[in-house]
């Protein structure tokens, strides 16, 4: 793998750092030839659909070519699916929420190892539903099973991470998805994690394994923040009212009536962040020519060298599994004993100049269930966190690697984690 990015910052003092990014689940930096090419874009960018000028064909243009750049990258069908840009995946899976007709007795199926992301928009709508997870923190393929032949007669939507953001495992989402679909359900696949580390084939609409709804952010592959996206059936947002309207939603308004526009516009009200989704689209581009097998076989290489290292040193507990294999992403969490994780997370930037991510990962009552809190303990610790007291409250520590990562950068930090059990007194804050 041959991608540059920075890897040195100016501080304010105006001296130079050298940084590792090993936080990389949480977001990723533009790739250079991302950044350059989004640079050039910059140069050129207007406001789409609606002007007749040069720029604004241009933009128009780029804008709808992100659209079927990433129809390409996750094997959507440009004739069946829509996709609809968003501010990243929060976004698009609250949008799903919004635009669904709830009956009181809905069930949504979800697991118990979602980020908040893929649940809270659930709770405000349905009844949630969680599939349980194993001891380990794996996805119990067999309860899901259970729950959905359980709730058949109410549900309405499974959705389901790709890939976990704490333990780094990959769903089996072809399983998952004739499981729904044999129940009648549709299939939502939260993929902000797994898009940017693994192949996504949709598959055509009348597979049993394919994945109906799917959303995902641009700055979690390569590109910067602002974009996400939402795909899913044309003929599902053909009805009903967007969730937001104003400028770019219609067809036609008069004084007391309106036609909505068809989708993909339906849905993205006022002017849209074009120059995010043309960055997006040349980042799925650049990731669908790299080959996501080579993205995969890399990151999977580094994954198990860091783990080899990790289980060598002693007082580190792992959460979720010891070893690399290929239904997991390089995504590892961990504890040392005896050093409070946000510690642990400062000691690493501070002393090595390596960025990784501590506490509950926007993924609370995983983490809970990954650190066997007992319920007193989670009431507790709620309690704490509710008044602000957070720098007590209990996580973990969480390396994330990109396809930016090297061997080197696996060394540094091994070595640094090292160093800190060695001596976790003088790192404790
Ligand atoms: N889903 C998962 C699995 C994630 O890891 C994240 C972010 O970390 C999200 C959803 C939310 O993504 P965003 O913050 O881009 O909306």
């Not at 604004?56 to 069908?77: D, I, M, P, W």
């Not at 899976?93 to 118990?112: C, G, H, M, Q, T």
């Not at 068809?262 to 040349?282: F, K, L, T, W």
């Not at 008044?387 to 390396?399: E, F, K």
């Amino acid at each position: 793998m041959n991608f540059s990015y920075p890897r040195q910052i100016r501080l304010p003092d105006g001296s130079v750092m050298p940084f590792i990014n090993l936080d990389n689940a949480a977001s990723t930096q533009p790739l250079d030839i991302v950044a350059q090419k989004t640079a050039e874009f910059l140069s050129y960018y207007s406001s789409v659909h609606r002007g007749s000028g040069y720029l604004s064909e241009l933009s128009t243009r780029a804008f709808e070519e992100a659209r079927q750049q990433l129809f390409a990258f996750v094997g959507a069908s440009p004739e069946l699916d829509t996709a609809i840009f968003v501010k990243n995946t929060t976004e698009a899976i609250n949008k799903l929420a919004n635009r669904f007709e709830w009956l009181p007795d809905d069930v949504v199926i979800i697991s118990e190892m979602e980020h908040h992301s893929n649940d809270l928009p659930w709770r405000k709508k349905a009844r949630v539903v969680k599939a349980r997870v194993d001891i380990s923190g794996a996805l119990d393929l067999d309860d899901l099973r259970v729950k959905i032949r359980e709730h058949a007669a109410n549900l309405k939507l499974v959705a389901i991470t790709g890939a976990s953001n704490v333990t780094g495992y990959i769903n089996d989402l072809r399983a998952i998805a004739r499981l729904a679909h044999t129940y009648g359900a549709p299939l939502l696949v939260d993929a902000a994690q797994l898009a940017p580390h693994r192949r996504i084939h949709m598959m055509p609409h009348d597979h049993p394994e394919h994945l109906d709804f799917i959303a995902f952010s641009g700055h979690k592959m390569y590109a910067p923040f602002g974009c996400g996206v939402l795909i899913g059936p044309k003929e599902f947002f053909q009805t009903g009212a967007p969730d937001y309207c104003g400028g770019g939603t219609v067809r036609s308004v008069t004084k007391d009536s309106v036609i909505w526009a068809p989708p993909p516009e339906r849905d993205e009200a006022g002017s849209p962040n074009v120059v995010g989704a043309v960055a997006m689209g040349i980042a799925a581009a650049v990731l669908s020519k790299t080959g996501m097998r080579q993205v995969a076989l890399h990151e999977q290489r580094l994954l198990e060298k860091l783990l080899a290292g990790l289980r060598r040193i002693p007082n580190l507990t792992l959460y979720g599994s010891a070893f690399a294999g290929p239904n997991r992403l390089g995504v590892v969490a961990f504890n040392i004993q005896g050093l409070h994780h946000l510690s642990a997370a400062r000691a690493l930037a501070g002393e090595a100049g390596i960025s990784v991510r501590n506490g509950c990962f926007c993924a609370h009552p995983y983490v809970h269930r990954l650190l066997d809190l007992s319920p007193e303990e989670i009431a507790h610790y709620s309690k704490l966190a509710g008044q602000g007291n957070l720098a007590v409250v209990p996580g973990m520590v969480r390396i994330s690697i990109g396809l930016y990562n090297n061997e080197n950068d696996i060394e540094k930090a091994i070595a640094a984690i090292e160093e800190l059990e060695q001596n976790p007194r003088h790192y404790a804050q």
